[in-house]
């Protein structure tokens, strides 16, 4: 079932203690989000008249004529009552996120949000690798829209990891091609609970790893290991290489 927010409208009296104590009272529309966030509307722009972000507990009495609202948290707390004739709905929400295409499984709208492709419809969900860049194409496979995902080079796959998965790609591309810089073993690709990393074919006799940066590679660094280009510059793949360590002059 998906989440809810609640609204309660109505001539009502709003009473908040904590911070600073105050009581006002007009015809106010209240939101009550699913995270517990109580929010109180007059008609006047877009800042709420009294709001608890996040309280430990709500609770809310109403017969269908009128109701009170009590939230909670810390020190703070909001009161709201009727005084008249009210209103009190439910309306299902959820997430709103940038539109990437239309869900393969029952036609719902397909939004970007919080790192992953969500389903308006069927709530069905895919989590995104970090720094990936959803793609206008889609996959001819299950409909799901592809991504772009750098990682040592520029993958392009659908978002659906059991239909393309990441880590496979990596290790197709990458798997040996660098040498462990302190016993000569090849490198390997390793990606045991979805995190891609690098580690010494030796393990356990050698315990070098390292973990792949969202980037791609450009160059060979002094130290033998690949650099990468990344969103914040470029880096070898050891991140305490010396070589990426500033340099301070000698004592005169």
Not at 95 to 109: I, L, N, Y
Not at 167 to 174: G, I, T
Not at 240 to 246: A, L, M, N, R
Request: glycine share 8%.
């Amino acid at each position: 079932m998906p989440p809810q927010t609640r609204i309660l409208a109505g001539d009502c009296t709003v009473r908040f203690e904590g911070t600073r104590d105050r009581i006002q009272r007009g015809h106010v529309v209240v939101l009550v989000k699913p995270d517990r966030t109580v929010l109180v509307h007059d008609a006047d722009g877009y800042q709420p008249v009294a709001w608890l972000t996040r309280p430990d507990d709500v609770t809310i009495e109403h017969d269908g004529t009128a109701f009170s609202l009590r939230a909670h948290a810390d020190s703070q707390e909001l009161l709201v009552t009727s005084n008249a004739a009210c209103g009190f709905e439910s309306f299902d929400v959820s997430d709103a996120g940038v539109p990437v295409g239309t869900c393969p499984d029952c036609d719902g709208p397909l939004i970007r949000v919080r790192g992953e492709i969500a389903c308006l419809d069927c709530e069905e969900r895919y989590g995104l690798p970090a720094g990936a860049t959803v793609l206008d194409d889609h996959c001819e496979e299950c409909g799901l829209p592809r991504m772009r995902v750098d990682r040592g080079d520029a993958f392009e796959l659908c978002v659906d990891y059991a239909c393309e998965s990441l880590s496979a790609a990596v290790r197709e591309r990458f798997d040996e091609e660098w040498t462990c810089p302190d016993c000569g073993a090849p490198l390997r690709v390793r990606s045991p609970d979805g995190r891609i990393f690098l580690g010494c074919e030796a393990y356990p006799d050698c315990e070098t790893s390292f973990s792949f940066p969202a980037g791609t590679v450009v160059d060979d660094c002094e130290c033998g290991l690949p650099r990468f280009r990344t969103a914040s510059g470029e880096r070898c793949l050891d991140g305490g290489c010396e070589v990426d360590q500033p340099r301070t002059e000698s004592a005169q």
